[in-house]
């Protein structure tokens, strides 16, 4: 019997709780030689490169651990809501933080995901972490918000 797309979005997310450097070589299996993954900081198309950019990721950070929440799925698209803990030595002073965000994924006929897209506040991941940058938009988003 062949896996619904629940037990594919299962196992995409069983795969990322665990994925580390000594992993990113195993993502060729749940995701298509062709596929786009997008997010508010890259655009990588091809599974190469993907490959690629997940073993440079995680060569560069202490500890990344996502926790998965609410999925849906509809047909060969499926969400899942997510929280990433993160320490990297350059962001925070090398302290966790933690970034809430959502995946959608369309899955090919094969199983494997052919579109991946990330939806994440990049200023709580990224900019609000920076040593000099971070002070600066945490004061503007203070005033904002009164």
Known sequence: MAATPDD??????????KLDKSCTKDLYRFYTPGVVFIDPLHR???S??????????????????FSFHERQVSGDQAFATWTMSLIHPR???GRKFQVEGCSHLTFAEDGRVERHR???????LLYER???LGGAIRLVKKRIDG
């Open 44 to 46: 990588i198309e091809g």
């Open 8 to 17: 594919r979005l299962e196992a995409f997310c069983a795969f990322f709780k």
């Open 118 to 124: 990330d939806y994440f506040d990049a200023g709580a």
């Open 130 to 132: 920076l040593p000099l």
């Open 91 to 93: 962001l925070d002073g």
């Open 48 to 65: 190469e490169a993907l490959e690629r950019y997940f073993a440079t990721l995680y060569e560069n950070v202490t500890a990344c651990r």
